[in-house]
């Protein structure tokens, strides 16, 4: 019998008992505490504490802010700020379209039941400024909700709308909504029932009362919106003559105003760039000026506009030298050869004016031109582009804010000649050419 033999025949019986084992499940049963079990979201409780403390508090929003105020510290405004905010505005939840959810407990203090009035508007929304101010976690979802609730307008009454605008309105000029919700309003089916402009025609006003038209230009440019309001009317309706007779009609001149300045601001881009493609592909300057004058006449713009233009397009044709020692000698340079261009639009005292203020405004937005300007206006006075009258209005009451102090103290040497210059032209300057007066002028800078 082989030595191997034994060991064999016990590997054998073991493989048999294994095969008549049958395995078992074994192990500890634990119990899951909790806190580790993930909410289910319900939000029937949570609205039923909302509207019961709403109930209690009627018509007084003083109570009312204070109510939500403190019930911030016992409810979970993160998880149901939708279902919070559809309280606060329509009394309950509302169901997909707008329409209030049956199944569940509403309340009729809310801003869709209350009075249709500024003063109204006013109170609730410092009830949800104080409520966000509060909770700033909210401040997303609030925003979500007004979004929504612009895609469900066809759900709601002329008066409930009536009734959102104003309170968005009010936010929206105190600052407490960014304009991008107003995308909503160019959802297809709100514009094509004409719901979106008579919308807007409310919200608008209300924001105009409250702000004024140059706070509502600045949110709408903010975010994109400026020039697309044309998209509140359908495609067969958007012309400007049409937009402009719609709130104009209804009381919004100033809306119709800003977007024909709009329009104009972008048929001034296209103009500036073709002017720009122009100088890089070497077109003589008599025909540029040639044809900034055929679209001063086409497109009816000011030769103010026209001066602004010229002055952006010169400026942007080159590549600007970043050594502060340096740059100035460049743009005397460039600016003489170019200054045919600048002439050409600057025969109005208005338009000599605008350009210094352009002049000002470029030297202050751009660091290394800072200590050109008055080298810079003196080139312009040195080629006839802007008289001495010009520079006198700037320099006493017309200038920006924009470096104020830098720029007037740069040029007190020289507005203190121009001043003397009339009352010494029957002595020292008696008799001179301009040319010379010009040289005397530049000894007094120097």
């Known amino acids: 019998m082989s030595l191997y033999q034994p060991r064999a025949a016990f590997v054998c019986l073991f493989m048999s008992n294994q095969k008549q084992q049958k395995p078992t ?24 504490s909302i509207v019961q403390g709403l109930n209690q508090t009627g018509t007084d929003l003083e109570a009312v802010a204070k109510f ?7 409810l979970d405004y993160r998880r149901y700020a939708e279902t919070l905010f559809d309280i606060l505005v329509a009394g309950g939840m509302l169901a997909p379209g707008g329409a209030l959810s049956d199944d569940m407990t509403r309340t ?31 401040e997303k979802g609030f925003e979500e909700e007004i979004k929504k609730l612009l895609l469900f307008l066809k759900g709601f009454s002329e008066s409930e709308r009536n009734k959102l605008a104003m309170l968005t309105g009010i936010l929206l000029a105190n600052g407490n909504l960014s304009a991008l919700i107003l995308s909503s309003l160019f959802n297809e089916n709100l514009v094509k029932e004409g719901l979106s402009p008579a919308f807007a025609v409310m919200l608008f006003k209300s924001w105009i009362s409250e702000k004024d038209i140059n706070s509502v230009a600045a949110s709408l440019r903010k975010v994109g919106i400026d020039s697309r309001l044309m998209e509140l ?20 001149k100033e809306l119709s105003d800003l ?24 077109i003589s300057f008599k025909e540029i000026i040639a044809y900034g004058r055929e679209e001063i006449k086409k497109s009816s713009i000011s030769e103010q506009k026209m001066i602004g233009i010229m002055w952006t397009s010169v400026m942007s044709s080159v590549e600007w030298n970043k050594k502060e020692e340096l740059v100035t000698e460049q743009a005397i340079k ?72 830098v720029f007037l103290e740069q040029m007190k040497k020289f507005v203190e000649w121009l001043k003397n210059a009339e009352e010494e032209a029957t002595t020292a300057f008696e008799g001179q050419s301009i040319q010379k007066k010009i040289k005397n002028a530049c000894v007094v800078l120097i």
């Open 259 to 282: 977007a024909h300045n709009q329009r104009s601001l972008g048929t001034r881009k296209e103009l500036q760039k073709e002017i720009q493609e122009q100088m890089s592909q070497g």
């Open 334 to 405: 460039h600016l003489k050869q170019h200054s045919p261009l600048l002439k050409a639009f600057t025969t109005q005292g208005l338009s000599e004016l605008t350009l210094l203020l352009r002049v000002q405004e470029y030297c202050y937005d751009n660091i290394h031109f800072m200590k050109t300007f008055q080298k810079i206006v003196l080139l312009l006075y040195k080629v006839n582009v802007v008289s001495e009258e010009a520079v006198l209005k700037w320099y006493t009451e017309a200038h920006l804010a924009k470096g104020k102090s």
């Open 25 to 48: 499940l074994t192990g500890q049963r634990f119990k899951t505490r909790k806190r580790d079990e993930k909410e289910r979201f319900d939000p029937t409780q949570f609205q039923e």
């Open 68 to 74: 939500l105020d403190s019930s911030g510290a016992k």
């Open 233 to 252: 009317f359908p495609v067969n309706k958007r012309s400007s003559d049409y937009f402009s007779k719609y709130f104009t009609d209804a009381g919004l």
């Open 108 to 138: 009729h203090f809310c801003l869709f039941t209350a009075p249709e009035d500024v003063k109204t508007m006013k109170a609730y929304a410092q009830v949800f400024n104080k409520l966000i101010r509060r909770y700033k976690y909210l």
